[in-house]
């Protein structure tokens, strides 16, 4: 009979919060419910005083590999997803060389097959010249522009070019953009003033009428504001069709802790005021998925003349919005909508995101009543530190099972590098080529 079994634990269900069984059998969930058969399972697992969750999907993640393993690499970084209750990874194409051809992406897709540990689906990027190209990248799960610069090279800042992907990407596929206005973060930077919202606000405007234009979808990544929350739901009034996601340290981090932070603290888009950071929270209902923005850069280029923007996130994400849970700020069904429903929607993953017949045998354990210090267990990152150190947090990843398989216990990954499998977008692929209206008609 085989198969296993997760037995009397909490399960956070797209109906809501029950005691319950699931069962895996092979890499898929074949049962969910109350007192399935002890007999049916060749292993049973007892999750009885445990959250049992569907394995989250972090759709923002950078892994660093090629070009900067000595940050991270596919191994590492699917290891820190883990241990952070992640069972898949969409991973940025601003590696070096970036993934903006179809010979770079085709290497990393081996790459990913040969080192991952998780799932992990890959973005391609946009250049200057490159729109026909990517547009025929079916093995993408999205597309990623960058509008203003951030870590990386990688950039289109020119209407033209700009015109061209929204144009000539597949519409119903995600076009996913770093939103900040090249011009203006280039007038701020050069006269020491940061990246003000104003960056932000410009930036979100142009994709918006960019993708309101061509009526094509669009992924808005890193929304830090209540501003841009409301430029999103003004576009969506119009029709445009806009996602977006938000980030733990733009959630729960702000300009205090910027400055305590000092460069450890530095990122793109900048930590926000308290009143920008509550209204994100406060917003959370309009935002589609958390993503962590998993940024990896040493401590020593952190520390030294010219450090680079980036935070690591996958470690923590889980255990700040089970500590807002904890708090009653947050319920759980928001936790798993954000974190794994939402992602497995936007990016067309129709066999992940939740506990359900059918799915991919993804869970996690939670231990949801212990509290920890982030910091005083190892991190799994190659990079090694964390932004939200020595802060005490409510919510402990205790199990992972990726397709079925044990894959990270307690502080420990099981499972060899390999065992992680390229992901391909599956819902809207047919979507892309259907009928679609003409383009051209402003908002
Ligand atoms: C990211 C990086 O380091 O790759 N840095 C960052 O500050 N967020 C790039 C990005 O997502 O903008
Ligand atoms: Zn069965
Ligand atoms: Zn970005
Ligand atoms: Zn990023």
New binding site residues.
Partial sequence: MGGLLIRGGTLALPGGVTLGDVLIEGEVITHVGAGIARAEAAQVVDAAGLLVLPGLIDP?V?LREPGGTHKEDLTSGTAAALAGGFTAVLA?PNTSPPLTDRETFAQAARRVEEKALCDVGLFAGATADNSAEVATLREAVGLKLYMGSSTGNLLVDKLEDQLAHFGTYPRELPLAVHAEDAEAVTWFESHSRGRPVLCAALGLARALSLAGHYRRRLHV?HVTTGRELALIRAAREMGVRVTCEATPHHLFLATADAERLGPLGRVNPPLRSPADAAALRAGLREVDCIAT?H?PHTLEEKRGPHPPAGLPGLETALPLLLTAVARRDLSLREVTRLMAEGPARVFGLAHKGRIAPGCDGDIVLVDPAAKWIIGERAFLTRCGWSPFAGQEVQGRVERVFVRGRLAYDEGRVLLPPGSGRLLRPTTHTAATTAAAPAPNIDP
């Fill in positions: 923002h950078h940025m990544c923005d940024a």
